[in-house]
T-cell receptor, first 113, second 114 residues
Framework: GESVGLHLPTLSVQEGDNSIINCAYS??????FIWYKQESGKGPQFIID?????DKRQGQRVTVLLNKTVKHLSLQIAATQPGDSAVYFC????????????FGSGTRLQVQP | DGGITQSPKYLFRKEGQNVTLSCEQN?????MYWYRQDPGQGLRLIYY???????QKGDIAEGYSVSREKKESFPLTVTSAQKNPTAFYLC?????????????FGDGTRLSIL
C-alpha cells in the first residue's frame, strides 16, 4: 500500500557538520508533512512542518524541502550538535478521509564528537 | 504547562488480563490518537477520535478498545484478545480548529507481558 519511507536507517555525522535526512512518500493526496524527533523512551517531538503548496520552509537550524514531482521530503539540520542525536520520522497527512498521520520507519542520527 | 500526560510509564500484563492506558490532555484539542510503536519501527495507528463521543478504528484496532467520554481523556484498553501486546504506546492530540496542525505526543507507556 501507499506509505512513507526513508532511504537511510542510520546516519552518522561529525559534530558541526550539516545533516540531511531523506524521506520518500508515495501518496499524491498528501497535503501536509511533518518531521518529528524521538529520543529514547520519549514521545515524538515536533520539529517542523510544511504544506504541499510550499517547497521549502526554514526553522531554527532546520530546513525542510519538499519535492512533489518526485515525492521526496528532506530535513536539513545545520551545525549538528550532540543533542541532535535521536531517531527522526517523517509523517504525511492525506488530504482525504481520516486525516491521521502515516509515519515512516525512522532514521537514527548519530552525532560523533 | 499544557501538554499530554500518559500513565503509567511502565505496565505489565498477565495472561488473559485487560489493561487500560491513560491519556489526558489540557491543550483543549478535539482530536486524539493512539499509536503503537514496535522496536526500530515507525508508529502505527490503533484508534482515533475527532470529537467527544466519537472514535474510529485505525490500521491495527483488533484487540484494543477506546472511549471518549470527555474531551481531555482518551483511554486505551488492551484486551486479552491482543496476543502480542508488548510495545510502546503513544497518545497524541491535535487542534482541528485551524487547518493543518501537527499532532503533539505524550511520553508513552511501555507495556510488557509477565
Amino acid at each position: 500500500g501507499e506509505s512513507v519511507g526513508l532511504h537511510l536507517p542510520t546516519l552518522s555525522v561529525q559534530e558541526g557538520d550539516n545533516s540531511i535526512i531523506n524521506c520518500a512518500y508515495s501518496n499524491s493526496a498528501s497535503d501536509y508533512f511533518i518531521w518529528y524527533k524521538q529520543e529514547s523512551g520519549k514521545g515524538p517531538q515536533f520539529i517542523i512542518d510544511i504544506r504541499s503548496n510550499m517547497d521549502k520552509r526554514q526553522g531554527q537550524r532546520v530546513t525542510v524541502l519538499l519535492n512533489k514531482t518526485v515525492k521526496h521530503l528532506s530535513l536539513q539540520i545545520a551545525a549538528t550538535q550532540p543533542g541532535d542525536s535521536a531517531v527522526y520520522f517523517c509523517a504525511e497527512n492525506i488530504a482525504t478521509g481520516r486525516r491521521a498521520l502515516t509515519f515512516g520507519s525512522g532514521t537514527r542520527l548519530q552525532v560523533q564528537p | 504547562d499544557g501538554g499530554i500526560t500518559q500513565s503509567p510509564k511502565y505496565l505489565f500484563r498477565k495472561e488473559g488480563q485487560n489493561v487500560t492506558l491513560s491519556c489526558e490532555q489540557n491543550l483543549n484539542h478535539d482530536a486524539m490518537y493512539w499509536y503503537r510503536q514496535d522496536p526500530g519501527q515507525g508508529l502505527r495507528l490503533i484508534y482515533y477520535s475527532q470529537i467527544v463521543n466519537d472514535f474510529q478504528k485505525g490500521d491495527i484496532a483488533e484487540g484494543y478498545s477506546v472511549s471518549r467520554e470527555k474531551k481531555e481523556s482518551f483511554p486505551l484498553t488492551v484486551t486479552s484478545a491482543q496476543k502480542n501486546p508488548t510495545a510502546f504506546y503513544l497518545c497524541a492530540s491535535r487542534d482541528r480548529s485551524s487547518g493543518n496542525q501537527p499532532q503533539h505526543f505524550g511520553d508513552g507507556t511501555r507495556l510488557s507481558i509477565l
